[in-house]
């Protein structure tokens, strides 16, 4: 049995006197429980559960007796010894004569909860929990496993490795929200970033399933919906809000929001998609992460637009590698990846895509972090290859040799009158 302890249970006892009343919902089948409610000594019991749509267990029984104890700290050295030989338990009379209150027995086993204070100190080389779970009967105490929710939860348990505080003040505009972005928008949120905007005006259909990762239940429902209500469960630390806007047809209202965003990620189908964003972004100053895949499939690609002088928008990108006898494969992009008659089917897999846009959500958040003072998180280049399948035959700089394999190149400078590069 494993016993759930949340963590306003936790502080509540800590609080308390010396014994009291818990209030367990138990899944048998599980082998699960969680303290939803608890006494001082006799006092009424007081609920201890979090809000409705984070309550553990809420469909299961209560148990039917279950008491907490303030103990010594000898008593959960004993809990681990026990523990570390399986299935042994303590005699009674030791785990009645540690027991400071209130200490009860009745004809059936009953589960209990004991506090430790003061463990750190008694034991400092141990690392035993204050709180500690038993299953307690006339033969004896039998050490069962128990999880304490600690105080802070969510991104910022990184601090201080990972500067989630600071991407919690960053604000990402995903402009796509198909296989690609989806996964896209589960990695920027799981970096931390505290304000993600999604764009894209597509629903949910049977055929996005295989690649996509919203489940069949948001057949129907626009894309952007169905990631804001799971990423709202999965990862309450980022604050989502979901547009359903072309930003072909709408770029006059994508305009309106660059000046308040610090990246934006791109991995909407079409050549006129990417170039509109990369077109606004440039003009906001806002630097834009393109995600795509490339021969049907075969090659995962993420470009870095920066709106820096030396470095071209994606327009002369393109024209720098037909510069140098390489191939523009932009326009190959047109022809999408549904399976309709007006669509040219992908051979890529869900995951194969997902591994695109965790490159293009690495490369953002790298891109912001670097911008805050963070040398460790450069990037190689701005514009990365990713071999999904190996491409020999493909012209350069597309001619990935291996399965795996990531190649980065520089940025190239802008072409002579490029309308989105001049500056008006």
């Avoid at 055929?207 to 429902?221: E, K, P």
Wanted: glycine content about 8%; charged content about 20%.
């Amino acid at each position: 049995m494993l016993i759930l302890f949340p963590h306003l249970a936790a502080a509540t006892i800590r609080k308390a006197g010396t014994w009291g009343y818990l209030t367990l919902r138990v899944s048998a089948p599980d082998e699960l429980a969680v303290v939803c409610a608890l006494s001082d000594g006799n006092n009424p019991r007081v609920s201890v559960d979090p809000e409705p749509a984070e309550r553990l267990l809420a469909n299961c029984d209560p148990a039917p007796i279950s008491l907490w104890y303030r103990v010594d700290p000898a008593l959960h050295l004993a809990w681990a010894q026990c523990r570390a030989r399986q299935d042994t338990a303590i005699p009674r009379t030791v785990f009645r004569d540690t027991v400071r209150g209130g200490y009860q027995t009745f004809g059936s086993p009953y589960l209990a909860v004991t506090y430790a204070p003061g463990m750190a100190e008694a034991f400092p080389d141990a690392a035993l929990p204050d709180l500690v779970a038993w299953q307690v009967s006339p033969e004896g105490a039998l050490p069962l496993d128990i999880l304490i929710q600690p105080e802070a939860t969510g991104i910022a348990q990184l601090e201080p490795r990972w500067p989630a505080a600071h991407l919690q003040k960053s604000h990402a505009l995903l402009v796509g929200a198909g296989s690609i972005g989806s996964a896209a928008a589960h990695a920027l949120a799981g970096y931390g970033i505290g304000q993600l905007t999604l764009m894209d005006p597509d629903r949910l259909s049977w055929h996005n399933l295989v690649r996509h990762t919203s489940a069949g239940r948001y057949i129907g429902r626009h894309k952007v919906t169905a990631l804001t209500e799971e990423l709202t469960r999965l990862r309450p630390d980022t604050q989502v809000q979901p547009l359903p806007w072309d930003v072909i047809t709408q770029a006059d209202r994508v305009r309106a929001l660059l000046p308040a965003v610090d990246i934006v990620v791109c991995t909407a189908d079409g050549v006129a998609a990417r170039r509109t964003i990369g077109h606004l972004a440039r003009r906001a100053d806002v630097t834009a992460v393109l995600a795509c895949v490339l021969q049907d499939g075969a090659i995962g690609e993420v470009l870095r637009l920066r709106p820096w002088p030396r470095h071209g928008c994606l327009t002369c990108r393109r024209q720098a590698l037909v510069n140098n006898g390489g191939m523009d494969p932009e326009p190959a992009l047109d022809a999408g990846y549904g399976t309709g008659t007006r669509h040219r089917p992908m051979t890529a897999v869900g995951p194969d895509l997902h591994l695109v846009a965790h490159l293009a959500a690495k490369t953002a958040v790298a891109t912001i972090l670097e911008r805050a003072g963070h040398p460790d998180q450069r990037l190689p280049g701005e514009h990365a290859l990713l071999a999904l399948r190996r491409q020999p035959d493909c012209s350069p700089p597309f001619d990935l040799n291996r399965t795996g394999e990531l190649r980065w190149l520089p940025a190239t400078p802008p072409e002579p009158g490029c309308p989105t590069c001049d500056t008006p």
